[in-house]
């Protein structure tokens, strides 16, 4: 079956700290992943996709991924966390008839 | 450009009351989804619509109804609530392979 999963259920990091979260998938083939990032009390924003290519890509907010087909992970960085990124973060792939599954989500505390 | 909205953003229903919640965008995309947010269980796909017209079933369906009502308007209803309906319901419209979200609406069925 196909489906997302987030190992980490919350993540509590440092001001000025990188952050690193990870999503890993289970599909057939290589699905389009997404990483989406929702603040309390609001609808879901999108950071970044990836369909093909290059396997780091870049997003809005200083965020980036990079795929690995190996490991069959899309893990999300910032190399320098603001009090801003506390937030609950999911991770989604999207299958051939454009139906999004989501990871249970990791939430993001930032400690000063 | 408001993008997708949704009405009402907060409703409280008694255990066999029936609503309806609204959904609508102004981004021209054929498909919209319908979703609920759960704690612990990320988003699960309620209802989804891949162009006007059409609607079919996701992955949690039962108990719910829809309508897409014209291109922009996609409508979920719940005809006797229960209160394993409590949850945070989530419209998208999809461009191509991205997803756009509303901002929910926040259910409490006592």
């Known amino acids: 079956a196909q489906s997302v999963t987030q190992p980490d259920i919350h993540i509590t990091v440092s001001e000025g700290a990188s952050l690193e979260l990870r999503c890993n998938y289970s599909y057939g083939a290589t699905p389009y992943l997404f990483w989406y990032v929702q603040s309390p009390g609001q609808g879901l924003q999108l950071l970044l996709k990836?369909?093909?290519?290059?396997?780091l890509v870049q997003g809005i907010k200083g965020f980036e991924a990079e795929f690995k087909r190996s490991q069959s992970s899309f893990n999300l960085r910032k190399p320098s966390v603001h009090w801003s990124d506390a937030a609950e973060y999911f991770c989604a792939a999207r299958s051939n008839d454009y139906k999004l599954s989501f990871g249970a989500g990791t939430t993001v505390t930032v400690r000063a | 450009n408001a993008g997708v909205t949704q009405t009402p953003k907060f409703q409280v229903l008694k255990t066999g009351q029936s609503m309806t919640l609204q959904c609508a965008q102004d981004m021209n995309h054929n498909s919209m989804y319908w979703y609920r947010q759960d704690p612990g269980m990320g988003l699960r796909l309620i209802y989804y619509s891949a162009s006007e017209g059409t609607t079919d079933k996701g992955e949690v369906p039962n108990g719910y109804n829809v309508s897409r009502l014209n291109k922009r308007e996609f409508s979920l209803r719940l005809e006797s609530a229960a209160p394993s309906q409590t949850s945070v319901y989530f419209c998208a419209s999809r461009e191509l392979a991205s997803q756009y979200f509303g901002p929910g609406t926040r259910l409490l069925v006592l």
């Open positions: 990836y369909f093909s290519g290059d396997t």
